[in-house]
């Protein structure tokens, strides 16, 4: 994988933050004669109260057979009928992410990194994650989709017929194919009623191929997103009856709208946030908030 992100860790943001907050209600308890919250308190504790919390990964574990596709009304290439056959076993997965943002906290960089185990003779691999920024042009319409695969594990987008007219135009000529009304979606159902709640966000992902996959998820309003949905198809050795799964997801704030609350008392923090606050969104993983979690999931049979 390429340009990987650095795993977070939420313990020492925590402290971070909290230190911060002490500082900053100290000198603005001074400016106010100790009898004021000011806006820089209210925007570190909105921060540091903000919770971004996996859901669980065992809530859409299923398995996936040549008979989940036959069922549906579709086929499985010869490549995928072979491996299910002969080598692996496949599985497809949802994993949620909730943003719960206090008010006034905002964001701007969303980053989930998952990485399967165990490693070696029985390691995961990947095979196709959604979303990705080869569907940007239809998910910043914002409008409700079912997201299903096709026999070839690749995504179809299934849109009301009132609207799909309206995002046709706007679909790269690659992925015309995989995008219908929800009638004609005549394929396995993964994520029904998906609805992406940011506008022009761009969304880079990574990790087909591998036991390591990560989301990127950039844009200025990123504490609307409310809950994320991330979709993973995997496969295992033949054999497995269970694989490991570590997740570590943080939501990176607006450093312009951090820094503009502390003006007043920017010159009077100690010279280790002077200097953090002033690298600006190079010091915005510092103040993020974030969740890490590490899972041992049974594999249905």
Not at 50 to 58: A, L, Q, R, S
Not at 117 to 145: A, C, H, T, Y
Not at 209 to 237: E, H, M
Request: net charge negative; glycine share 8%.
């Amino acid at each position: 994988m390429t340009d990987e992100p650095t795993p977070l860790n939420p313990e020492d943001t925590d402290t971070l933050l909290s230190e911060l907050l002490e500082e900053v209600q100290k000198w603005e308890g001074t400016l106010a004669g100790g009898t004021k919250q000011g806006v820089g308190t209210e925007a570190v504790k909105s921060l540091f109260q903000t919770k971004v919390t996996f859901g669980n990964p065992k809530d859409k574990l299923i398995r996936l057979t040549e008979e989940t596709f036959k069922n549906s009304g579709t086929e499985l290439i010869d490549i995928y009928k072979q491996q299910m056959r002969d080598s692996f076993d496949f599985y497809y997965m949802t994993l949620s992410v909730d943003l719960r943002s206090e008010k006034g906290a905002q964001f701007k960089r969303l980053t989930c990194e998952l990485d399967f185990g165990p490693k070696g003779r029985k390691e995961p691999i990947i095979q196709s994650l959604f979303p990705s920024d080869k569907w940007r042009s239809v998910l910043n319409f914002g409008v409700g989709m079912d997201v299903s695969l096709g026999g070839d594990l690749e995504w179809n987008l299934g849109i009301d017929t009132s609207q799909l007219a309206q995002i046709l135009p706007f679909v790269p000529e690659n992925l015309k194919a995989n995008v219908s009304t929800k009638d004609n979606l005549n394929v396995f159902f993964v994520l029904p009623g998906y609805k992406h709640e940011l506008g022009y966000s761009e969304i880079i992902t990574n990790g087909e191929g591998n036991s390591q996959c990560y989301w990127r998820i950039n844009d200025d309003d990123l504490q609307r997103i409310g809950t994320a949905k991330f979709a993973i198809v995997f496969k295992v050795p033949k054999g497995s009856n269970s694989i490991s799964l570590r997740g570590t997801v943080w939501a990176e704030p607006k450093m312009n709208w951090l820094t503009s609350t502390l003006e007043d008392i920017a010159n009077a923090l100690s010279e280790r946030f002077q200097k953090l606050l002033g690298e600006e969104d190079d010091a915005a993983r510092q103040f993020a908030r974030g969740d890490s979690e590490l899972w041992t999931l049974t594999l249905p049979q």
